[in-house]
């Protein structure tokens, strides 16, 4: 890269639209408004999603399923996970604080420990929730679990 082909980014060097200045600019009278109608009328404002009075899209479509509105949402954390955390980490008691830290949860929701993978060493984990899967493998490995509120 050069100055020779150095360049400004596509529509840098754009004017902002002036409607409404005179014939000369190509924006006078109807101010790119059209003629009549709604929406060449000033305060003109329809709601989003409007079609002109045509059924709109969102209540063309059909409805499905069912949604619970009472959902409680989960970080999911597997037991294979919390083994990779590394031995060091599974010597003291693993908390959602030592998860965050250790980038395994990303937001603040409560933590739910899956069954999944196996678990070999005897670990301490405090979560929210745990699946049967999962109490019965951490008590196998000789380890125990505690449910947060």
Request: proline share 4%; aromatic share 4%; charged share 30%.
């Amino acid at each position: 890269m050069n100055l020779s082909n150095i360049h400004a980014p596509k529509k840098a060097t754009e004017k902002r639209k002036r409607v409404g200045r005179g014939m000369g600019s190509g924006m006078g009278k109807t101010s790119t408004r059209g003629h009549k109608g709604q929406r060449s009328r000033s305060g003109s404002r329809m709601i989003r999603g409007f079609e002109g009075g045509q059924m709109p899209l969102h209540r063309r479509m059909p409805k499905r399923g069912f949604t619970n509105i009472f959902r409680k949402e989960f970080n999911i954390v597997s037991l294979e996970r919390l083994t990779a955390l590394g031995a060091e980490a599974l010597a003291s008691p693993i908390t959602p604080e030592v998860l965050r830290k250790a980038g395994v949860v990303k937001t603040k929701l409560p933590v739910k420990i899956l069954g999944d993978g196996e678990l070999t060493a005897a670990i301490t984990v405090h979560a929210h929730k745990f699946s049967k899967s999962a109490q019965e493998k951490i008590n196998k490995a000789g380890g125990k679990f505690e449910v947060l509120q």
